[in-house]
């Protein structure tokens, strides 16, 4: 569903410029200071505010409350202008608000070259039902997700992915692969994936490294946050340094992460780092 459709208006515009930005508490008075004769609150299912938007001579203006409260002079404006409030799941607009975003990066961003081995599919889709099974609709984040193998994979199993990654140029090969979909995907840095998602039952981190010394630190955050943000948690990386490494920070989190070889795949998957539920 569009996020204009669950407003019940024709167009909106969003002041958040990208979904990245959606923590941003300057946006609050930005929206605040936005000219309009008419608003329209959205509620969820608890009727917590998501979204308000109010309506100007260039039309619906829009901001989204997924990973901020409102200010008051938000509400006290909303509260002093003719409005109506519409209730929807929050599921269902972090859903239109993930398109949203999606279909404005895919319009504005060239795709990176094609970098997909057509046989990672059947391979990760062993390992990963070898490991848990099939889905039956369970939310199973994809971490530094790239072009999206490992989506379409998840897909495949009957899980429901949500995925992200900070390079918007692979986003944009795998949403017009459609290995990637636009209500599924974020754009965000993945070293503060927390700020935007909760806590779902599994997840996945799909060839991530190489791991350096340069490169350590954020991979330690990276991990870090997955594992925070999932109960079962599926790494693979290259090398068996880099899975040891994973395994430690697993541990210092308090998760047990068995490693193992995975010679299916002898260049992308070949260790692969397995947590159990906390």
Same mark, same amino acid.
């Given at each position: 569903m569009k996020a204009a459709e669950i407003l019940g208006v024709d167009a909106v515009t969003f002041v958040e410029p990208a979904f990245a930005a959606l923590t941003d508490t300057g946006f609050n008075a930005v929206l605040a200071k936005t000219p309009g004769d008419e608003g329209r609150l959205l509620v969820d299912e608890h009727e917590e505010p998501?979204?308000?938007? !109010? %309506? =100007? #001579?260039? =039309?619906? #203006?829009? =901001? $989204? !409350?997924?990973? %901020?409260?409102? $200010?008051l002079a938000l509400i006290e404006r909303f509260e002093n202008v003719s409005g109506e409030i519409f209730q929807e799941d929050r599921a269902v607009w972090a859903a239109a608000v993930r398109e949203h975003y999606s279909m404005a990066l895919l319009a504005a961003v060239p795709p990176s070259m094609e970098d997909l081995n057509p046989k990672r599919r059947g391979i990760l889709t062993d390992l990963i039902r070898g490991f848990w099974g099939t889905g039956n609709g369970g939310t199973c984040i994809d971490a530094c997700c790239g072009s999206g193998v490992g989506s379409l994979v998840l897909r495949d199993l009957g899980y429901a992915p949500l995925s992200y990654d900070n390079d918007e140029t692979l986003l944009c090969r795998g949403l017009t692969e459609k290995r990637l979909l636009p209500e599924e995907t974020m754009w965000l840095d993945a070293t503060i994936a927390s700020q935007y998602i909760q806590p779902v039952p599994k997840g996945i981190g799909i060839m991530m490294g190489e791991i350096n010394s340069f490169s350590q630190d954020m991979w330690q955050r990276i991990v870090s946050e997955l594992f925070a943000l999932s109960q079962e948690t599926i790494i693979t990386v290259g090398t068996e340094p880099e899975a040891l490494l994973i395994r430690s920070w697993g541990e210092e989190l308090g998760s047990a992460v068995e490693v193992s070889e995975n010679p299916a795949d002898p260049i992308y998957d070949l260790w692969v780092c397995r947590s159990t539920a906390k």
């Open positions: 998501v979204a308000l938007a !109010f %309506r =100007g #001579t260039d =039309g619906w #203006t829009a =901001g $989204s !409350f997924l990973c %901020r409260n409102p $200010s």
